[in-house]
């Protein structure tokens, strides 16, 4: 049941319950600026998450300023949860920046999951991300018209399967899927699969040498499990099976029916008409593993999500913030992503006027789309090319053309021009960025899996580090301008 968080403030908080010098030492620190500033930001939006709990049955929510708070402060360490709930009820900074008393100074690590799980149920992963940073930008005066694009290589909490191991790894999940459901259709299957396959097996530790014939058995028992349970309802049901038959259907290819040789692993388990396919031809797309069906491959960069990060870059701004972080696929290119980043940080309100990209977000066709925005893209154009001599370079406040061509040849002669290289060095911060994110908030590997679930990851990660850059910033204009701060 929802509750709004009293705004009465308790005169004996945990914080106020501290030694003198010890609340000296919190509120010079981090936490002072995150109660000062933060936090009541966080009790201002309260109400956009009222939706989450039932209007009048079950126990009061927690005060969803706590819970946002915890959210956010356990992405700036990149804290398990144990670790999360742990520095709650130690940490006297969390209790300063918190301001609450000692007996709300508690979460379950249920009350952290099922807040999590609303977010995704009611689509509202971002309106964290997006109505905190709003915030700041506004405290801060942070300006937007300059702003950097690029993107990052992330991974979820899954192992990184070698073919064989892929093969193996959802076979043996979907025979504990049959056993599951029916014991006597699982006893039935052949000896030679349950031995392979079987909970106990290391069929797929193969040595090198052994892996290509290992891997032609593999692919004939993904067949014959395809072909046995092909029409029982109640396995096709299943998710397991799903991934078999998306399995069979990327890695497998029919031929002519053929019995294994005598020397074969699966010798006696019945003629087949399936080979592997060669690996070139295995889309990267495809299913990478099991455990997380929204993993595809990049082939530079390897299996994973790609997370694209937007952020300010005003050489004027106190610091910078991250406007807007997107979950893409790692086998697409970052050129599709150009124009939907731009969409939607124009939709948050803070449409830029110059975009600083890599080569991978240009070209014509993205030059004369966000060009039509009211947007300059500046980023190198793809190939090898010499600019014609006789033609003036574009004046720095001129807009790119409408027309692909015109964009495309625009962008030459800007690239050309003797202050590109200055203008465009400022999109080498993205890196700094990117390994902020990654360093300081786990952003690399995440600690969850599925596309919705790493999204909602990557905005707290995303929104931590602008509440982190935001307090460093307080801090700084405090101390440069020689305020004490103020003690409860």
Not at 3 to 26: M, T
Not at 162 to 177: E, G, P, Q, W
Not at 407 to 435: H, M, V
Not at 462 to 468: D, F, G, Q, T
Request: net charge positive; hydrophobic share 35%.
């Amino acid at each position: 049941m929802f509750r709004p968080s009293d705004p009465q403030r308790s005169l004996f908080d945990a914080g106020g319950l501290l030694p003198r010098e010890k609340r000296e030492r919190c509120a010079q620190s981090w936490a002072g600026p995150f109660r000062e500033k933060a936090l009541p930001i966080l009790r201002k939006m309260e109400t956009e998450f009222a939706e989450l709990f039932h209007p009048e049955h079950g126990r009061p929510n927690r005060p969803t300023e706590l819970v946002l708070g915890v959210l956010i402060l356990k992405e700036m360490g990149d804290l398990t949860e144990q670790e999360t709930i742990d520095a709650l009820e130690f940490d006297t900074r969390w209790w300063w920046a918190l301001e609450r008393e000692p007996r709300d100074l508690h979460l379950c690590p249920n009350t952290l999951h099922n807040f999590r799980a609303g977010l995704l149920a009611h689509e509202k992963s971002n309106v964290a991300f997006r109505r905190v940073t709003d915030a700041l930008i506004q405290a801060l005066g942070i300006k937007v018209d300059r702003q950097r694009l690029d993107s990052t290589h992330v991974l979820s909490n899954f192992a990184r399967l070698s073919r064989l191991r892929l093969l193996c790894d959802t076979i043996r999940l979907f025979l504990r899927a049959v056993k599951e459901i029916d014991g006597q259709a699982y006893a039935a299957l052949p000896a030679g699969i349950l031995r392979r396959h079987g909970e106990e097996s290391a069929y797929a530790d193969a040595r090198r040498e052994q892996g290509p014939r290992r891997l032609k058995v593999v692919a004939r028992d993904v067949w014959r499990l395809v072909n046995r349970f092909n029409e029982v309802e109640a396995m096709t049901a299943r998710t397991e099976w799903k991934h078999l038959q998306r399995l069979y259907t990327e890695q497998c290819t029919v031929k002519a029916e053929t019995s294994p040789g005598a020397d074969e692993d699966d010798a006696g388990d019945g003629p087949t008409p399936v080979e592997l396919k060669p690996a070139a031809e295995v889309k990267s797309d495809s299913l990478q593993t099991p455990h997380d069906e929204d993993v595809t491959y990049s082939g530079h960069k390897g299996k994973g999500y790609s997370v694209q990060i937007q952020e300010t870059c005003g050489e004027a701004n106190p610091t910078q913030m991250i406007l807007e972080v997107e979950v893409t696929r790692a086998c697409d290119g970052d050129s599709g992503a150009t124009v939907p980043m731009v969409d939607a940080v124009a939709k948050a309100g803070h449409a830029p006027t110059e975009l600083a990209a890599d080569t991978g977000y240009s070209g014509a066709e993205n030059a004369a789309e966000v060009s039509a925005r009211g947007v300059n893209l500046t980023a190198p154009v793809c190939g090898k090319w010499k600019p014609e001599k006789d033609k003036a370079y574009p004046a720095p406040e001129a807009r790119c053309p409408l027309k692909k061509e015109e964009a495309l040849e625009w962008q030459k002669r800007r690239q050309a021009s003797p202050d590109f290289k200055k203008r465009y060095a400022i999109r080498a911060g993205c890196e700094a960025t990117n390994s902020e994110l990654a360093r300081a908030h786990g952003l690399k590997r995440l600690r969850v899996r599925r596309e919705a679930r790493v999204k909602l990851a990557v905005y707290f990660k995303a929104l931590a580090c602008n509440v982190k850059r935001a307090l460093r910033c307080w801090l700084a204009q405090a101390r440069a301008a020689d305020v004490a701060p103020t003690l409860a």
